[in-house]
Structures are given as structure tokens and as C-alpha cells.
């Protein structure tokens, strides 16, 4: 049977995966950090191993003392020999396997701990290249794969080589013919061994990037489940889905496959061994070169060879899947972080970016020779038709991305050159995906400012209009919150965000539809609280509603990854410009003012869809002509 053969997608832009050397050396760390339980481990089994080598030798000593014609005086020693080795082996097993879990378990937290610190680690701009898919398969499915492995795998492996080294020794002190004849299938064993192990691994790493794959075509179709149904991509994602699962399954046949080929040679080793030892030994025997008694010590010893060996050769397979899930995780890793300068401090607050471009891909830029300068305090609206590179422009300004070419400067400082955490301190970046972990509503609301006090955080929620319903939860800021717990709306979920914002007080704020997930009204209503917040404060607001960007102090139209235009409102409007159409049309386009003074924040449907961004209000919102 041949391997699946993969039609080519083109480029795929996955986590990577660590390399064999990556994956022992970690496997080494792991040992030295838990040697004590380790050797623990094999003290123990080493013991239970000795006992366990009582019993053939006594059985031998006993027949042989039988076939000379001894008394039957030793048969009662030696059964209490037999009894008293076997309470000791079956103690030190079982107290081995114990501390073989433990130890698995203590492994197994480590390496989740260690995943999980690496993952929350990863730069945005890398898991927003690769998606959520892999990286969710990576620490679910894999950890499960790998939790066998550590917890069983591990442990039992070098169980069975200190019991396999330890039978083998004594077969030798016993008989070295014997111990010839005990490993007449090695050849077999070794040659079936090599053509599975070449194949497996491979195999199980292609089986678990298709895994990998469903998943995210699975998550990625459910995620965009709107999308997909009104451009009507539902045939074409069924298809995708389908194609992943029919690879996925192809290499799981394959790996059954090569375990359907490999798993009896394995028997038949064994098999060899015990019928070895009894025909050849049994000829030695005949010609007077070893006793009655050494036979059967030495058939007994070749027994006890096959359960352990077994146990080897499973394990080991089972370390193929293990290993190959090992490396997923390891390649965590492996990504490259941008290289900082950990006393890089900025001077000032004025972001600047210089002939900035940048791409999701190599060759295909989406912003081409951006320059912009922001004034500290000064409100900038980034405008322009989907697809512009409006909220690719708010990443780099905000330090999700570092730029392929030119400068992206915080008070003079490169923000990719700055570590991720005082980029967080300096420039918050708010859009319309935010999250709710859970916890509770305070442990949620702390993760902006750890130290922040009940008082403070019953103003974070005050500031943003989320008071009201916080206070009507039925603990209050005690409620769990998340999955598990009380569920909250998006409204509120993108409240608590903001609240986090406020509570975080950054002095430069990125918005991208920040308050998309509320009615108009309502988020006129919170844009209005939160005016008094940015007070003083640095705001580039994606203006996905154009009242944003009558009200900001200076306008960047952007189209096609460039700015065409430049300037407050009254100067694009009266130019004429791109700006200007897009003002008109947005005008023509949203719902009449009512009597009572509310509407007239509709879509901007030709500045790009619906959402909207944060800013300041003035009294000419929406109302005010240009």
C-alpha cells in the first residue's frame, strides 16, 4: 500500500512543527527536571525485576536437584522462596506503577503549562496568519494524544528496558548458549522494525495535520457561518471539508496499514525466541553442555523476555503518535519572535509611521508606502471603502504587526522593536471581537489592571453605560461569567471590553468597529460616556460610520493599501475628493433625523459596512453639513 498522495492548495500557513532535534532536546529538559522521579521509578521497578528473576532460578534449582535424584526435602523451601519473591515483585510493581503515574501526571502539567505560556506568547500577527484551527487542535487534540504517552507510555517504556537488561543478564550468568538461542529473532524483529519505524512517523505527523485541517475548516465555516451563507459558499465549504476529511482519513488508513504489516512479525519474534530456546536448548541439554535444571531457568528466563520486549514495542509505537504530537507542540516554540530591545522606552506620545508597507504574503502587499504622522491628543479617522487596508493600517499603529518596509514610531521608538508588554501599555487596540473568560466579572475586568480596587472597577463599568446590568447580575461583580457561568450578550460582552480599556488607561487608542455590536443608538448613547474618557487621550478610530469622522480633527482616506487624502472634514468635503463622495453618499444613504432628535447614525454603507469606531461626539453629529 502506498502512502495518500495530497493535492497540492498551494501554500498553507500553519504553525510549525518542531524538528526531531527540537523534540529530544525538550524531552531531555523534561528529564532532568523530574530525574528524582525518574530514577524513583526505575529503583523501583529494578527491584521488582530482581524478585522476579527468583522464581526461574529456584524452579531450576529445584528440577535439577530432582533430575539427580535429590529428596523432595527442598520442594518446601523453595516454594516459600518462590511465594516470598513473588509478594516482593508484585509490591515494588505495583508501588512502580504508582509513582510511574504520578510522574506521568507531573509531566503531562508541565507541558501543558509550558504550551500554554508559549501560546499566549505567540505574536498576534503570527495566529491571525495561521488561524485559530491549528492552534486549538494543537492544545486539544494533541495534548490528549500525548497524555497517553506520558502518563503510560514513558513510564512503562523504561520499565520494560530496565526489566529486558535485567533478564538478560541473568539469562547470561545462566547460560550464555541459551542466551544466543533467546534472541534468534532479532534479525526479524530488527529488519520489520526499521520498514515500520522509517514510514510511521511521517505518517502519523501527515495524519495529524489532516486532523488538524478538518478542524479548521470546520471552525472556520462555523465562525464565518454568515458570511458563508450569503455569498452563498456553503457547496464550496462542504467540498473543502470533505476533501480535509478524505485526506485525513487516507493516512489514517495508512498507519493501520503498516501496523496490520508490522504487529504479527512482532509475534512471530517471540515465538522464535521460546521455540529456540526449547529445541536448541534441549539438543545442548542431550549433549551434556548445560543441566536439566539451567534449561528450564533459562526457558523461563526467555518467557519472561517476551512481555517486556512487548511491552517495548508497543510503547514505542505508541511513542510514534506521542512524538509526532510532541512535535506539534514544541514547534509552538519554534516561532520566530520579533527581536526587541528591552530597554527601548519611547519619548513622547506622537505616532509616526514612514513609508510603511506590508503583506500577508510575501509579494502581495496590502499597504504600499504609507506615511502618517498623529499628533499626541489629536483625533484621526481612518476612512475609505472594505478592503483598503483600513484595519491592516490600525494593526501596525497599534503594534499587532511589525511592518515589512519603513518605520512604525512611538515617540521615536520602533514599536517592533519594543517589548509586547509596554507596547500594551503605551497603545490599546479595540475592535469588535472581544471575549469573556471565564470567571468571575471582577476577575475578567482585572485583567486590565490587576491591583484595581471594587471602587475602580464599578467606575470602569460606569464609564461605559455597563453599570446598570453589572449591578442586576446576581453576585454582582462575583458572578462567574463565560462558558459554565452567566452568559453575556455581545452588546455586553463589548461593553465589559471597553470597561477593561478604561480600566488599562492607555494614552494612544486604536478603535476598529469597538462598538459595532450595539444598536446605533445605544452606541451613540455609550460614545457620548466615553468622550469623557479619551479626554486628552490619542484616538485613531476606524470610522466605519462617517459622524466618527466629521467629528475627528483630521481624516486619512485610504484606498487601495495607500492614502489618497489627507485633512479635516470642511477641506476634504469642499475639495471634492474621494472623501466627499463617500460624504454624500453616506448622507443620501442613512435613516432621516426623527422629531425626537435620535437616527441619522445609520450604516455608513459606502465607508465600508457596518461597525463602528469611538470618538469624540460634538454638537454637530451627524446633523452638520460639510
Known amino acids: 500500500m502506498k502512502p495518500p498522495r495530497i493535492k497540492e492548495q498551494g501554500p498553507a500557513t500553519t504553525l510549525p512543527v518542531g524538528s526531531a532535534a527540537a523534540v529530544r532536546a525538550y524531552g531531555r529538559m523534561l528529564a532532568r527536571r523530574h530525574r528524582r522521579g525518574l530514577a524513583g521509578v526505575v529503583a523501583l521497578h529494578g527491584t521488582a525485576t530482581v524478585a522476579g528473576l527468583v522464581g526461574p532460578a529456584v524452579l531450576g534449582s529445584l528440577v535439577q536437584t530432582l533430575s539427580t535424584g535429590g529428596g523432595a526435602d527442598g520442594i518446601t523451601a523453595a516454594v516459600g522462596w518462590y511465594l516470598a519473591a513473588l509478594v516482593v515483585q508484585s509490591a515494588f510493581t505495583g508501588l512502580s506503577l504508582l509513582r510511574g503515574s504520578v510522574l506521568g501526571e507531573q509531566v503531562l502539567a508541565d507541558l501543558r503549562e509550558d504550551f500554554l505560556v508559549r501560546s499566549v506568547a505567540l505574536p498576534l500577527g503570527v495566529l491571525e496568519r495561521a488561524g485559530t484551527g491549528d492552534l486549538v487542535s494543537r492544545g486539544t487534540t494533541d495534548i490528549d494524544r500525548l497524555a497517553r504517552s506520558i502518563r503510560d507510555a514513558v513510564p512503562e517504556l523504561v520499565v520494560a528496558v530496565v526489566s529486558v537488561l535485567l533478564v538478560l543478564g541473568a539469562l547470561l550468568v545462566t547460560s550464555p548458549l541459551l542466551a544466543a538461542t533467546a534472541v534468534l529473532g532479532l534479525p526479524l524483529l530488527v529488519l520489520t522494525s526499521r520498514w515500520y519505524f522509517r514510514r510511521a512517523p511521517q505518517s502519523y505527523r501527515n495524519e495529524s495535520a489532516g486532523y488538524a485541517a478538518v478542524n479548521t475548516a470546520l471552525a472556520e465555516t462555523v465562525d464565518a457561518g454568515r458570511t458563508v451563507e450569503a455569498l452563498r459558499l456553503g457547496a464550496r465549504r462542504v467540498e473543502l471539508t470533505d476533501r480535509k476529511i478524505h485526506e485525513w482519513i487516507s493516512w489514517e488508513r495508512y498507519t493501520l496499514w503498516l501496523r496490520t504489516v508490522w504487529f504479527p512479525t512482532v509475534d512471530a519474534t517471540y515465538a522464535l525466541a521460546v521455540l529456540g530456546t526449547l529445541v536448541l536448548g534441549g539438543l545442548f541439554a542431550l549433549h551434556g553442555w548445560i543441566g536439566p535444571g539451567r534449561l528450564t531457568t533459562g526457558v523461563l528466563y526467555a518467557q519472561a523476555l517476551v512481555h517486556p520486549v512487548s511491552r517495548i514495542l508497543r510503547w514505542y509505537d505508541e511513542l510514534q503518535i506521542g512524538q509526532t504530537s510532541l512535535a506539534r507542540l514544541v514547534g509552538v516554540h519554534e516561532v520566530a519572535e520579533p527581536e526587541t530591545d528591552a530597554e527601548l522606552r519611547p519619548d513622547g506620545r506622537r505616532v509616526e509611521a514612514h513609508r510603511v508597507s506590508f503583506g500577508y504574503r510575501e509579494g502581495a502587499d496590502v499597504l504600499r508606502e504609507i506615511t502618517l504622522d498623529v499628533e499626541p491628543g489629536s483625533r484621526v479617522a481612518l476612512v475609505g471603502p472594505s478592503g483598503a487596508g483600513k484595519?491592516?493600517?490600525?494593526?501596525?499603529?497599534?503594534?499587532?504587526?511589525?511592518?515589512?518596509?519603513?518605520?512604525?514610531?512611538?515617540?521615536?521608538?520602533?514599536?517592533?522593536?519594543?517589548?509586547?508588554?509596554?507596547?500594551?501599555?503605551?497603545?490599546?487596540?479595540?475592535?469588535?471581537?472581544?471575549?469573556?473568560?471565564?470567571?468571575?466579572?471582577?476577575?475578567?475586568?482585572?485583567?486590565?489592571?490587576?491591583?484595581?480596587?471594587?471602587?475602580?472597577?464599578?467606575?470602569?463599568?460606569?464609564?461605559?453605560?455597563?453599570?446598570?446590568?453589572?449591578?442586576?447580575?446576581?453576585?454582582?461583580?462575583?458572578?462567574?461569567?463565560?462558558?459554565?457561568?452567566?452568559?453575556?450578550?455581545?452588546?455586553?460582552?463589548?461593553?465589559?471590553?471597553?470597561?477593561?480599556?478604561?480600566?488599562?488607561?492607555?494614552?494612544?487608542?486604536?478603535?476598529?468597529?469597538?462598538?459595532?455590536?450595539?444598536?446605533?443608538?445605544?452606541?451613540?448613547?455609550?460614545?457620548?460616556?466615553?468622550?469623557?474618557?479619551?479626554?486628552?487621550?490619542?484616538?485613531?478610530?476606524?470610522?466605519?460610520?462617517?459622524?466618527?469622522?466629521h467629528d475627528a480633527d483630521v481624516i486619512a482616506v485610504v484606498e487601495q493599501g495607500?492614502?489618497?487624502?489627507?485633512?479635516?472634514?470642511?477641506?476634504?468635503?469642499?475639495?471634492?475628493?474621494?472623501?466627499?463622495?463617500?460624504?454624500?453618499?453616506?448622507?443620501?444613504?442613512?435613516?432621516?433625523?426623527?422629531?425626537?432628535?435620535?437616527?441619522?447614525?445609520?450604516?455608513?454603507?459606502?465607508?465600508?459596512?457596518?461597525?463602528?469606531?469611538?470618538?469624540?461626539?460634538?454638537?454637530?453629529?451627524?446633523g452638520a453639513d460639510g
Open 562 to 622: 495607500r492614502i489618497t487624502e489627507y485633512g479635516p472634514h470642511p477641506e476634504l468635503v469642499a475639495s471634492g475628493g474621494p472623501y466627499a463622495a463617500l460624504w454624500r453618499s453616506w448622507r443620501d444613504e442613512r435613516p432621516a433625523r426623527r422629531p425626537d432628535g435620535t437616527g441619522g447614525a445609520g450604516t455608513a454603507v459606502g465607508a465600508g459596512g457596518a461597525g463602528g469606531a469611538v470618538a469624540p461626539v460634538g454638537p454637530g453629529e451627524c
Open 391 to 549: 484595519s491592516t493600517l490600525g494593526r501596525l499603529l497599534a503594534g499587532i504587526y511589525a511592518p515589512g518596509r519603513g518605520r512604525v514610531t512611538l515617540g521615536g521608538a520602533q514599536l517592533s522593536r519594543m517589548p509586547a508588554e509596554r507596547v500594551r501599555t503605551e497603545v490599546a487596540l479595540v475592535n469588535q471581537e472581544h471575549h469573556v473568560f471565564v470567571g468571575t466579572l471582577r476577575d475578567n475586568l482585572r485583567l486590565a489592571r490587576a491591583e484595581a480596587d471594587d471602587t475602580e472597577l464599578r467606575a470602569a463599568l460606569a464609564a461605559v453605560d455597563a453599570a446598570d446590568w453589572a449591578d442586576a447580575l446576581p453576585d454582582g461583580l462575583d458572578t462567574e461569567v463565560g462558558s459554565g457561568g452567566t452568559v453575556l450578550t455581545p452588546a455586553q460582552a463589548q461593553q465589559l471590553a471597553l470597561a477593561r480599556l478604561v480600566l488599562a488607561d492607555p494614552h494612544t487608542l486604536v478603535l476598529d468597529e469597538a462598538t459595532s455590536l450595539l444598536d446605533p443608538r445605544a452606541a451613540r448613547h455609550l460614545e457620548r460616556s466615553l468622550s469623557r474618557v479619551l479626554a486628552g487621550r490619542t484616538v485613531v478610530a476606524i470610522a466605519h460610520r462617517l459622524h466618527t469622522a
